[in-house]
């Protein structure tokens, strides 16, 4: 089908808006935010957003919808900011998007809306990111965070427990509640946001955000329950039999840290990327002493990785008073899959890159502190499945550097609690929960998305799965619980 | 004793003994790991590996051995430097990973000592070339598998 062209409130003739410069979102200061915890970017301007909205060439086809993993209705969208009519803006994007603030963050925009942009082609791409971020948070400052319908639907009497709540279990949530189910989400830690509170820093997405969205859906009705894990304080089982849910969804995430298998990991000293950010995050311990979760404070921080993850740790740690922090890398900074603009401004802060090199064992003291790591040197070979190119070491090359903390960020694998409670949930060999296109897994009424089925991916990617996951629970519904009020 | 001395004091039975040895400890892992495994994908692949070591275990009856055209991939050396998990019914994923693809390399070195061992005989020469390559083939299989797996940021 023909998409529909949106109306055009761009004044400038298009030749003129190949000569705007992208418009630069203002930023702390590199040398005074690496000392504390304060979001990094400061967000674009009312005038900053209509001019950078002016940027954009109406194309007839507009690529950047195919680039955006949930198709956003970006053109749109970036009209009704050339209108000024921000918050209509926020609402087109919520048609697609249920949390715009957070993806205007950490969207990986680079490789996607913005990638295929053709003002892109010849220029600098549309910030489409930073022009959701900038309509995002307008609407929550004038209050319309919510940005959907505030009044409540005609209750169908069907009940749904969404489990974990991440962007997955957040997205599904909201649709369901739109449509007059009761939802109750059930977290296992104290706080609600899943990788977006436990794991992504403060000075990259602040909390007060999540907290915004997830008072937003307990405003709208759904119920949030917290220090509860299904599969231990409650099975799947019994969230059927015994409370009586209709359908319940999995958004149970890719929490479980996954160590290198060397020698020397479990030093004094070694973390987890996981429990070194939810230290620091979810349990405030960059607010040590106010708060009491002791980090430590280290000389040389090595941050073993090239993702996000592995830039949110090093600037972290640099945070935290590290006087060398750096990250260890197996390939070169063009195979690093984070996010650009955390590579630059982990680089800004003062962040170490050591790439192409390997550690292959850490040393400890004689009480068991980590204080070396050795490492090889490695060169790049042939392009592997992901189409990045391969290290591989270079024999001889062995070196050993003075460490007092290592981070090890390689990737994170799936929390195997409810395929161990549930044998009818079937698995893969990465313990990834098996779901269809719909989320539909192999246990009736039990849907799951998000990173519990793809392994580690995005927050869009998640947050997409749980719509599509909610559009199939209400189908569900209709067909084999009994029809929706 | 290196494995090369050893050889050279075994007979051709104790040789071919050997191997089988070393074949049917590759089909009980890879066996183990097929019961272990959790998707149709998983079970296939240590299938197809177990069905490749009984290929072997029978080629060594009659040092015959399909050739494969291609030279076998380059050694990505992803598990060479990782700890070896010590054998037990708990193994995860990832440790099967790495026992499987250490077991590989030992088993195409024992095969490229015998082709080295056997230099002047042209078909036993070839043929544990062509052994020690398809181990190399798998070990590289199994590693390819591990990167993805297990080191998507790394
Ligand atoms: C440090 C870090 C930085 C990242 N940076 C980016 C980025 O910049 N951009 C980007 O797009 N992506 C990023 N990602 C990836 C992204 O955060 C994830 O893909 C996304 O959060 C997955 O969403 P989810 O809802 O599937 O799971 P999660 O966000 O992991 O949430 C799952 C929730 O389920 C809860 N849970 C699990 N099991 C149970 C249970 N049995 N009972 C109750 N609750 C349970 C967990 O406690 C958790 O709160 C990053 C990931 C990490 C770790």
Redesign the interface.
């Known amino acids: 089908m023909d998409r529909q062209k949106p109306e055009s409130f761009n004044p400038i003739p298009v030749k003129e808006r190949l000569t705007i410069p992208r418009q630069n979102m203002p930023e702390q200061d590199p040398n005074i935010r690496n000392g504390n915890f304060l979001e990094v970017n400061l967000g674009l301007t009312e005038d900053q957003a209509v001019i950078e909205a002016q940027r954009c060439i109406e194309c007839k086809k507009p690529t950047c919808i195919e680039g955006c993993p949930v198709s956003i209705q970006i053109p749109d969208f970036i009209q009704l900011i050339c209108k000024q009519d921000f918050l209509a803006a926020a609402n087109k994007i919520k048609e697609d998007s249920s949390l715009p603030a957070v993806c205007g963050r950490v969207c990986p925009q680079e490789s996607q809306c913005e990638a295929v942009c053709v003002v892109g082609k010849r220029f600098e791409s549309v910030a489409i990111g930073r022009l959701e971020r900038f309509v995002a948070d307008y609407a929550m400052q004038h209050g319309n965070g919510d940005g959907s319908q505030s009044n409540r639907p005609e209750p169908t009497g069907h009940k749904i427990a969404i489990v974990g709540s991440g962007p997955a279990g957040l997205a599904a949530a909201s649709d369901l509640i739109k449509e007059g189910h009761e939802v109750t989400v059930y977290e296992a830690l104290h706080e609600f946001g899943g990788v977006l509170v436990y794991g992504i820093p403060e000075f990259r997405l602040p909390k007060a955000i999540l907290r915004k969205e997830v008072a937003n859906l307990e405003n709208r009705g759904v119920k949030f329950i917290k220090n509860f894990i299904i599969g231990r304080s409650m099975t799947l089982q019994e969230l059927f039999e015994e409370e009586g849910f209709d359908a319940v969804f999995l958004g149970l995430g890719a929490g479980l840290p996954r160590f290198m298998n060397i020698p020397g990991e479990n030093l004094n000293g070694v973390y987890s990327a996981n429990e070194f950010l939810t230290r620091s995050n979810l349990m405030r311990g960059y607010d040590f002493p106010e708060w009491d979760t002791p980090l430590y404070r280290a000389k040389h921080a090595i941050i073993v990785g090239g993702g996000n993850t592995a830039m949110d740790a090093v600037r972290t740690a640099k945070r935290l008073g590290a006087e060398e922090a750096s990250i260890v890398y197996r390939r070169s900074e063009e195979e690093m899959p984070a996010r650009n603009e955390e590579i630059h401004h982990a680089k800004e802060e003062g962040v170490a890159f050591m790439n192409l090199v390997n550690p292959i064992e850490f040393i400890g003291d004689e009480n068991g502190s980590v204080v070396a790591a050795k490492c090889l040197r490695m060169e790049l070979g042939e392009p592997d499945a992901s189409g990045r190119r391969r290290p591989v070491p270079i024999e001889g090359s062995e070196f050993i550097m003075e460490v007092d903390m290592v981070v090890i960020a390689v990737g994170n694998g799936s929390n195997p609690l409810i395929a161990q409670t549930t044998p009818e949930i079937e698995t893969n060999k990465w313990g990834n929960i098996v779901a269809d296109e719909d989320g539909q897994t192999s246990m009736e009424g039990v849907f799951a998305g998000g990173d519990i089925v793809t392994g580690g991916a995005t927050v869009i990617l998640a947050m997409g799965a749980g719509r599509k996951a909610a559009t199939a629970i209400n189908q569900y519904l209709k067909t084999k619980v009994g029809s929706v009020a | 004793m290196s494995l090369k001395d050893k050889i050279s004091s075994m007979n051709m039975s104790e040789i071919v003994e050997m191997c089988i040895d070393q074949e049917q400890q590759a089909i009980d892992l890879y066996t183990m790991a097929m019961d272990q495994?959790?998707?149709d994908?998983?079970r296939q692949k240590f299938q197809e590996l177990v069905d490749m070591e009984t290929v072997h275990k029978v080629s060594l009856k009659s040092f015959e051995i399909e050739r494969y055209i291609d030279l076998p991939p380059?050694d990505?050396?992803v598990t060479?430097?990782?700890?070896e998990?010590t054998m037990n019914d708990n193994l995860t994923?990832?440790?099967i990973l790495?026992v499987a693809a250490k077991r590989e390399d030992k088993t195409a070195k024992m095969y490229q000592d015998l082709a080295d061992h056997f230099s002047a005989d042209k078909k036993l020469n070839t043929f544990f070339q062509m052994m020690a390559d398809e181990e190399l083939r798998h070990k590289h299989d199994l590693e390819?598998e591990y990167?993805?797996?297990?080191?998507?940021?790394?």
């Not at chain 2, 060479?80 to 700890?83: A, G, I, Q």
């Not at chain 2, 990167?147 to 790394?154: I, N, V």
Request: glycine fraction near 4%; aromatic fraction near 8%.
């Open positions: 495994a959790k998707d994908a998983a380059a990505l050396k060479d430097y990782l700890m998990p994923t990832q440790e790495i390819s990167e993805q797996e297990f080191l998507p940021e790394g």
